[in-house]
């Protein structure tokens, strides 16, 4: 009995043993993973956050300083000249306020016309509604730089060149099938019970789109303004290619035109100032609706 005894006591404290040096080793391989995970997660932003360190460092460098010939990380004597200069420059403050007017006007008539379509693909039943939406989902394959050409004789004979025309109105049409495809997506998870209770209430379409639809759809709502917010206000081809009159350059136009390919010696503090002062209000965009993003991107492709 005694023998019996003392077995099974060795038999558990072996077991024992084992169990706890198993979870020491689990919990140092957790440890490990997590300590790999931040390294990579801070080496990522590290590498994401260095153009917009450096374009701040340089705007505050000298002349002599961002043209020199070794490398100069941080500015001896920072300077505010390069924004005192840059804010003086009328052609700046005018390319800041037609920037503002196009990306108002594009993305709000964008935005309207998107959620309009995703909503007749997502909860009406109409003859060939599948047939269309495929279509639309083609035209993704053909690349902007394809379409500039045709784009451009159109608008030339309709008189639209050295205008905001050929920037704003297209987005009142529809312009742009991975928002309509994001939205789309969203709104097919709204209980359709919803649209025939308001139905039978009486109400068409159009106020069910409104009241109930639209409200409901804010988180990817969000997430579609900002994707359509940063590509109105970084967009440089169609611009360069349609407004071909100082007076009506945007920022990014602007900025491009600063660079001089002809000298050696660029005005990099004066450049570097206006491009942060261009990106300011990407990043102010981007900080009020970072929580819509990720919650209005995962939604809306959880049904299809």
Known sequence: MIEESVRELSEADVLALYTK?????????????????????VTGSAIVLFPLVWMLLTSLKTFE???????????QDP???????????????RSYANTI?????????TLISVAVVAYSFSRIQWPGRNVVFFLMLSTMMIPYQALIVPQYVFFNKIGWIGTFNPI???????GGAAMVFLLRQFMLQIPRELDEA???DGASHLQIWWHVIMPLSRPALATVATFLFVAHWNSLLAPLVYLQTKSLYTLPVYVASLVNPQQTVQPWPTIM?????TTLPL???????????LGGIVLSGTKG
């Open 273 to 277: 100032a206006a491009s942060v002062l």
């Open 198 to 200: 308001a139905l039978i």
């Open 283 to 293: 990043l102010v965009a981007f900080v009020f609706a970072q929580r819509y993003l």
């Open 21 to 41: 040096r198993r979870r020491r080793s689990v919990t140092l391989r957790e440890r490990i993973e997590r300590l790999g995970l931040y390294v990579l997660l």
């Open 168 to 174: 704003t109105i297209p987005g009142f049409f529809a």
């Open 65 to 75: 300083e961002a043209n020199a010939p070794y490398l100069v990380w941080i500015p």
């Open 79 to 93: 300077q505010l000249t390069a924004y005192v200069e840059i804010i003086k420059d009328t052609d700046f403050l």
């Open 101 to 109: 007017f196009v990306t108002v006007l594009a993305v709000g008539g």
